[in-house]
Every structure is written in structure tokens, then in C-alpha cells.
């Protein structure tokens, strides 16, 4: 288990957008691993929309591979549904043909993914497991560093904009427990430009980064050992 290390630390961000360019910089030049969730129905940079003045622009597929290179990828559904508004053939297409169309691009196989808008009820989580997903994050922070037990309905840890992440990040560096322990940041990239807050990742980075003590692996290296 994570190379016979007790501790470990893994990212998922969402959308497929233009900031995620800056963003894997970072995780680069850093050697973290992190999950990105695409919407393979919305890979368009004519796909966009406005948040607070800014337009957000999803990329275009041909430049994802490069990019997201090293790291991992997985389903955010085809067109970003609300999946708690759907009947039950639409979440799977929104599901299966997402899962389909990403694996075509990548090449590889996927098994992961994030809720869109973070809604899930106890029937999507069956059609989840008819398409092969096995493990999906919502947007419900844990604050605590267990690992989680209901892979289909996955709490991180916190969002890196969370009050208390920094906090967090100090209370599981000091822990010493025998059981694992795993910290799990997630967010959007567009986000930090939205709140010109940048160097908050880099300073979680700084705090995060580099421990001979802890692995560093996408979602599925961390929740799938």
C-alpha cells in the first residue's frame, strides 16, 4: 500500500478548463498527482460561461492528453448534468458515454469520477456501478483524513478554499496513527483566478509537497490500493 508509506495525498479538480493549463504547472514543478473530471459532451472552447466577469472557457480536446499527462482523468458526465434530475437511461448515457468518449481520447481505461453540482442519491450509484465507475467524489468536505469506506459516495477532505484547510494541512502532518491516513483537495481551477487567490495553492503546496513520509497519487492510486 502507497509504497509502504502511511500517509498520502491526492487533488481532484473539474471541467476541463483553461486554468487547468496553470494549474498542472503547479502540480508539476511540485510532483503531486491530481484527478481531473471532464465533460467529454462540453471539451469546447466554445464551451463557456461567466462567474463573477469572468469567462471561463472549457479546453479543446485535441490539447488534453499533453496537458493532463502523468496525471489521472475520470467522468464528470457527458454534459455535466444534474444527475438527480434525470431518469434513469439519461444518467447512464450521461455516465457510460462520458466514461466511452474519454477513454477514446486517453486511451486508457477509466474508473472514477465527480458528481456534477455534487448531487447523487442512492440510484445513481447503481447505474454508476452498471458502467464500471468505482469510486465518485462529491462536494461534501469530511475535515478528517480516514479513508473512505463508501467509495460511490466520496467526501474529501476539504475544498482548497475551506477556512480550515491550512489548518488541516498542519493537523494531518503532525498526526501519527498506524491506521492510513489521506488528505484529498478538490476544486475548479478558474476559481483561483475568480478570487485572484493563486498563491493559496501555492502555499498548500509548500505545506503539502515533498515528505519523504507520504505518497503523492491521483484518486484511484490513493482510494483503489
Avoid at 138 to 167: G, W, Y
Wanted: charged content about 25%; glycine content about 4%; overall charge negative.
Amino acid at each position: 500500500m502507497w509504497n509502504e508509506k502511511k500517509k498520502a495525498v491526492t487533488f481532484s479538480y473539474d471541467d476541463g478548463v483553461t486554468q487547468d493549463k496553470r494549474l498542472t504547472e503547479l502540480f508539476n514543478y511540485y510532483r503531486v498527482k491530481c484527478t481531473f473530471n471532464l465533460n467529454s459532451g462540453l471539451q469546447s472552447y466554445a464551451s463557456s460561461w461567466d462567474n463573477n466577469g469572468l469567462t471561463i472557457h472549457r479546453m479543446n480536446t485535441l490539447e488534453l492528453p499533453e496537458l493532463y499527462n502523468g496525471h489521472e482523468i475520470a467522468v464528470h458526465c457527458l454534459t455535466h448534468a444534474n444527475l438527480i434530475e434525470c431518469d434513469v437511461d439519461t444518467i447512464y448515457n450521461e455516465v457510460y458515454m462520458d466514461k466511452q468518449n474519454l477513454e477514446r481520447i486517453f486511451g486508457r481505461s477509466m474508473n472514477g469520477m465527480a458528481y456534477p453540482f455534487g448531487t447523487y442519491n442512492d440510484a445513481i450509484a447503481e447505474v454508476l456501478k452498471r458502467c464500471g465507475i468505482q469510486y465518485s467524489r462529491t462536494v461534501e468536505s469530511s475535515k478528517n483524513f480516514a479513508i473512505p469506506q463508501d467509495l460511490l459516495r466520496l467526501k474529501p477532505t476539504c475544498h482548497h478554499d475551506d477556512t480550515d484547510v491550512m489548518t488541516l494541512i498542519d493537523d494531518f502532518l503532525n498526526l501519527e496513527s498506524e491506521a492510513p491516513q489521506l488528505f484529498y483537495i478538490w476544486g475548479h481551477s478558474y476559481e483561483f483566478d475568480i478570487n485572484n487567490n493563486w498563491n493559496r495553492m501555492e502555499k498548500i503546496l509548500d505545506k503539502l509537497a515533498g515528505k519523504e513520509e507520504i505518497f503523492y497519487g491521483t484518486n484511484a492510486q490513493t482510494l483503489l490500493y
